[in-house]
């Protein structure tokens, strides 16, 4: 009998990045049992794998072609909780014919707070005046800033956490423009925003951009030099507010050496990032240091809230395939 028909097979689940109890029970309680601990590369590329018929992870394991391949027969899915799959290579896993499954909608909700957290931290010097406060400074009059009202915001991107961004934009009394290139163009005019057909006119259009596209090749260093350089620093309204940069999606869309050139050039008046091109973030970081720039350590899908619907959804969606069903967030199901 197959595995996948037999429903009442209790599988061998690898959980190495963490997740809330209240999913690990819901595994436990099906009768699966749950490893939750890390897993060392080392040990991974030594086959430990094998050992199990799921593996959930966050961002901190790592899931190149060669470890996936050392998995062995046994590996049934890859859970990936959270959105982002740029850790898993997805081509091996359906080569090996592993579905990769993720909970894209969970985190949404917290995505959207904490950027419009950032935007709003940049354009009121909110980490500058605290840091200024922690030494014994009162700069009131260096610390004039913004509104975000009658300014253009940049949606890189159009999902379900750029929307509710634009949305929450929209209320404060933003413009909203996006460039995303597989958006079809009724949904823009249904979120009454403006759909740019080039990356480049949507820079050249506004002065506030937020990233919120999916890490690959051809969005690697996407906000790089040049195109930073084409943000007019004046918006609509006539204000002369500068340019800022947010980015809570993926590390490495954002060319850090350009962003913290033009940081010290003026041509980027705040930038605030969530993620990263190298986590955790070396000490002595020099864009991390730079008074214009302030960050968080991942932390878009770190609320209580998000990380209950994240355990909830992953653990779901991994014991649907090992039912032997379909999940509807499997991420590599046209490669299988």
């Known amino acids: 009998m197959s595995f996948g028909a037999t429903l009442g097979y209790m599988a061998r689940i690898a959980v190495t990045d963490g997740m809330a109890n209240d999913a690990i029970a819901l595994l436990e309680k099906a009768g699966h049992e749950v490893v939750s601990q890390f897993i060392e590369p080392a040990d991974l590329r030594a086959g430990a794998l094998a050992d199990f018929d799921a593996i959930i992870v966050r961002s901190a394991t790592k899931l190149p072609a060669d470890i996936i391949q050392q998995s062995g027969r046994r590996l049934k899915v890859i859970g990936r909780a959270g959105v982002g799959v740029d850790n898993i290579d997805l081509q ?29 931290a940049c354009i009121r010097h909110i980490p500058r005046s605290d840091r200024g406060m922690r030494e014994g400074k009162w700069e009131k009059k260096a610390m004039k800033g913004t509104e975000l009202q009658g300014k253009n915001l940049g949606l890189i991107g159009f999902g379900r ?7 929450v934009a929209q209320l404060l009394g933003m413009e909203v423009h996006t460039y995303d290139p597989y958006l079809p163009p009724k949904v823009a005019k249904a979120q009454n925003t403006t759909l740019h057909k080039k990356v480049d006119s949507l820079f050249q259009a506004c002065t506030h951009i937020s990233v919120h596209c999916n890490y ?17 620093g004046k918006s609509i309204d006539g204000i002369k507010c500068g340019n800022h940069i947010v980015n809570c999606a993926r590390g490495g869309i954002v060319d850090e050496d350009a962003l913290l050139e033009a940081l010290r050039s003026g041509q980027i008046t705040s930038a605030a990032l969530d993620v990263f091109e190298t986590e955790p973030v070396p000490k002595g970081n020099e864009l991390v240091q730079h008074p214009h720039f302030h960050g968080t350590p991942h932390i878009g899908a770190a609320t209580l809230e998000a990380q209950a619907r994240v355990g909830r959804d992953i653990a779901s969606a991994v014991m649907t395939v090992l039912k032997g069903g379909k ?10």
Do not use: F, K, Y
């Open 161 to 167: 956490i750029a929307q509710g961004v634009g949305s």
């Open 92 to 120: 091996a896993a359906a080569d090996a014919n592993i579905p990769v499954v993720n909970a894209p909608r969970a985190s949404t909700q917290s995505v959207i707070e904490l950027t419009i957290g950032h935007l709003l």
């Open 327 to 336: 999940a509807d967030t499997t991420v590599n199901s046209h490669l299988l």
């Open 216 to 232: 690959n090749q051809e969005t690697h260093h996407l906000v790089n030099a040049e195109r930073m350089s084409l943000m007019p």
